[in-house]
């Protein structure tokens, strides 16, 4: 892990930037730590980190105001990493499926999503070795948002990851249900109620499929852009009671 | 409205009772309070107010701490009040409905819950009148929990009452969810996943019903009686949000 240039948040926050071989990543630390400081990681949709930063940043502050540190890395595919045929190839068949109102296949979700979620979460977990070392980063460690499928399988196969805080909003491929089974962990769903791109009765099965004791799904109204700012209080106050 | 007795409880919240006409009730003031505080009615299952109290007091006391006054009166048939054949019988048909196994028909559904809604809902009313005519309690208006078609009801018709908390835990009839479609004041939903006395796509279907452009679903795991703390922590902050 190599960092690459590191400015200072008006709000005591300081930003790092990093690469992690090729990856490109960003990691925010409280400056008022004083102790070794949870870590939340910001997962996010691909569209680049660079498209991504202005809503990543807003997270990473409210989660240093909390007292953690967070930190995200570019997914495979996506921002200045290399393009990647085969997943530009998958988006392009939902587009013209959603475009032509053909139902979207078993075929076309396995194809956009399986090999981004094989591809990511080894890469998240090498950014957690690396984060981990750091002094100042402590534990324990939370996962927040981004491809939901990403979510699942590190929440599935990750032991450090001990709270995630998953976004609804996105096609699951079948094989991404069983694994929701095995993930034990306390979990918080995020679902708008109106998601264009979003299956809702799919989300609810989703739900109902994780392992997970402790899981509280939090509907909201609106479309996949109008999560309410009350809504991320309460995601806030999760991660409060897990990573304290 | 007579107060009949009143008692300080150990965190500065004063606890009054009344008698409405032959209604009893409690009314919980903060001690702290310079000017008249917004107001919470505590909706209740029917089991009574003596065997519910506990339960009221607890949610009393936390209204009081965010600056709430709060307050409750015993539903029709329940408690100390007069029993109530029809609703009896009803409740008999409902037990032995689910002992056997058969189905909960909509007439024993509506038989148990309709009378109890148009008997229920005027005498919240006419204690809102008497509440609010009181100094110390100005308003806005929150309704919170209980019989949800109760609560349903009167989000619908009371234009006095500006935000509910309503719990997805009993039987709802047909003609409620068309009361659902005119409310229009924010909701906080809460569904315990796995209630053992509910239908969960039947509450799933009420919150998509309700007409309201700011409603939030908050799922959780485990039986009727099984509601995190946390839970009662968001709603506290729904309420926090609308009546302040």
Do not use: C
């Given at each position: 892990?190599?960092?690459?240039?590191?400015?200072?948040?008006?709000?005591?926050?300081?930003?790092?930037?990093f690469?992690?071989?090729?990856?490109?990543?960003?990691?925010?630390?409280?400056?008022?730590?004083?102790?070794?400081?949870?870590?939340?990681?910001?997962?996010?949709?691909?569209?680049?980190?660079?498209?991504?930063?202005?809503?990543?940043?807003?997270?990473?502050?409210?989660?240093?105001?909390?007292?953690?540190?967070?930190?995200?890395?570019?997914?495979?595919?996506?921002?200045?990493?290399?393009?990647?045929?085969a997943?530009?190839?998958?988006?392009?068949d939902?587009?013209?499926?959603?475009?032509?109102?053909?139902?979207?296949?078993?075929?076309?979700?396995?194809?956009?999503?399986?090999?981004?979620?094989?591809?990511?979460?080894?890469?998240?977990?090498?950014?957690?070795?690396?984060?981990?070392?750091?002094?100042?980063?402590?534990?324990?460690?939370?996962?927040?948002?981004?491809?939901?499928?990403?979510g699942?399988?590190?929440?599935?196969?990750?032991?450090?990851?001990?709270?995630?805080?998953?976004?609804?909003?996105?096609?699951?491929?079948?094989?991404?249900?069983?694994?929701?089974?095995?993930?034990?962990?306390?979990?918080?769903?995020?679902?708008?109620?109106?998601?264009?791109?979003?299956?809702?009765?799919?989300?609810l099965d989703?739900?109902?499929?994780?392992?997970?004791?402790?899981?509280?799904?939090?509907?909201?109204?609106?479309?996949?852009?109008?999560?309410?700012?009350?809504a991320?209080?309460?995601?806030?106050?999760?991660?409060?009671?897990h990573?304290?």
């Amino acid at each position: 892990m190599q960092f690459t240039s590191e400015q200072r948040l008006d709000d005591g926050v300081l930003e790092r930037r990093f690469t992690l071989g090729e990856i490109p990543g960003i990691l925010w630390t409280p400056d008022s730590a004083s102790a070794p400081v949870p870590l939340i990681l910001l997962g996010h949709p691909p569209l680049g980190l660079p498209r991504m930063y202005p809503r990543l940043v807003a997270r990473a502050q409210r989660a240093a105001a909390d007292g953690f540190a967070a930190a995200t890395i570019e997914l495979p595919g996506s921002g200045e990493r290399p393009r990647w045929a085969a997943v530009d190839q998958a988006r392009a068949d939902l587009r013209r499926a959603m475009e032509t109102g053909t139902p979207v296949s078993d075929e076309i979700i396995d194809a956009l999503v399986l090999p981004l979620v094989d591809k990511a979460v080894p890469e998240w977990q090498a950014a957690l070795d690396a984060l981990l070392s750091l002094p100042g980063i402590g534990g324990p460690v939370g996962y927040s948002g981004g491809v939901i499928s990403v979510g699942v399988r590190l929440a599935a196969v990750e032991p450090r990851v001990v709270a995630a805080g998953l976004f609804a909003g996105s096609l699951v491929p079948r094989a991404i249900f069983e694994e929701a089974r095995r993930v034990t962990i306390p979990l918080h769903v995020l679902l708008q109620w109106d998601d264009e791109g979003n299956d809702r009765q799919a989300a609810l099965d989703l739900f109902d499929a994780f392992g997970s004791k402790e899981k509280t799904l939090h509907a909201n109204m609106g479309g996949h852009t109008g999560v309410p700012q009350f809504a991320g209080e309460d995601a806030a106050g999760f991660f409060a009671r897990h990573l304290k």
